[in-house]
């Protein structure tokens, strides 16, 4: 599979949220605000969801997600990549 940055910035603040990326997938799809983000076991990805009630609790509905964890390593390893690079 064919993945590129498509664009990635830094996010200065205090909180967890360490950037934004989007990526390019086999030169036709764009995903974009893919977040960064500061984890207890370092930096990782977070797809972009929508909120949502359940039960009175607010969750979260990915609007896009790998289907494998090849396909969300090999994302995440370029977005992490990039961004260590800025």
Not at 1 to 16: C, D, L, P, Q
Not at 35 to 50: A, C, D, R, T
Not at 51 to 76: C, H, L, M, S, V
């Given at each position: 599979?064919?993945?590129?940055?498509?664009?990635?910035?830094?996010?200065?603040?205090?909180?967890?949220?360490?950037g934004?990326?989007?990526?390019?997938?086999?030169?036709?799809?764009?995903?974009k605000?893919?977040?960064?983000?500061?984890?207890?076991?370092?930096?990782?990805?977070?797809?972009?969801?929508?909120?949502?009630?359940?039960?009175?609790k607010?969750?979260?509905?990915?609007?896009?997600?790998?289907?494998?964890?090849?396909?969300?390593?090999?994302?995440?390893?370029?977005?992490?990549?990039?961004?260590?690079?800025?």
């Amino acid at each position: 599979m064919n993945v590129k940055i498509g664009r990635i910035r830094k996010i200065e603040t205090a909180g967890s949220l360490k950037g934004e990326a989007s990526v390019i997938i086999e030169d036709a799809i764009e995903l974009k605000k893919i977040k960064i983000v500061e984890g207890s076991n370092g930096l990782f990805v977070s797809m972009p969801s929508e909120p949502y009630e359940k039960d009175g609790k607010t969750e979260y509905a990915p609007y896009f997600n790998p289907i494998n964890a090849e396909t969300r390593n090999t994302i995440q390893a370029i977005i992490i990549d990039a961004y260590n690079a800025l």
